[in-house]
């Protein structure tokens, strides 16, 4: 069964509701799924090479800022190789700011920077996700990430086989 982390940071739940609900388009008989708010305790990222997929959330502070929290982790990155991950952005920011949602976009080309498979469409949530367009998003970043890494997995299968 391929492992799949929902790893976010959350200061006032927008973020953290959005990794539920897509913690609910998984099915679980295909995919052993992680739920984990980032902690600042434990920094070492190696952890991360335990999933074969990540869905990475973030909220944007101020005007386009990365959290303090995000940045720590943006920062630990540089010494994690990500090859063969595939990785989903998605995030919340309020609208009202010029730069909306800018710490999705910056965490987008960090994860290609460190070499990993990043879905094209991200989720930008208007402060709490509750219009219809903000679930149809949220569908489309998990079902094109779950496709994505299924045939990533299909790939290394057919690889193997040769």
Do not use: W
């Not at 959330?57 to 943006?74: I, M, N, R, S």
């Not at 094209?120 to 079902?143: C, Y």
């Amino acid at each position: 069964m391929k492992k799949i982390l929902i790893l976010y940071a959350s200061s006032t739940g927008n973020t953290e509701e959005i990794a539920c609900l897509m913690r609910t388009y998984i099915n679980p008989k295909e995919f052993e799924v992680t739920r984990k708010n980032i902690e600042l305790d434990n920094m070492d990222l190696n952890f991360l090479l335990n999933y074969d997929g990540i869905l990475f959330g973030t909220y944007t502070y101020d005007d386009g800022d990365l959290p303090f929290e995000t940045a720590v982790f943006c920062d630990s990155l540089e010494n994690v190789d990500l090859s063969g991950k595939v990785i989903g952005v998605f995030g919340s920011g309020d609208a009202a700011y010029s730069q909306f949602c800018e710490a999705v976009d910056l965490m987008k080309e960090k994860f290609r920077h460190m070499n990993a498979t990043v879905i094209d469409h991200t989720v930008k949530v208007d402060l709490f996700p509750n219009l219809l367009e903000d679930l149809t998003s949220i569908k489309k970043l998990t079902d094109q990430f779950l496709k994505t890494l299924s045939n990533s997995i299909t790939t290394e299968l057919f690889k193997i086989k040769k």
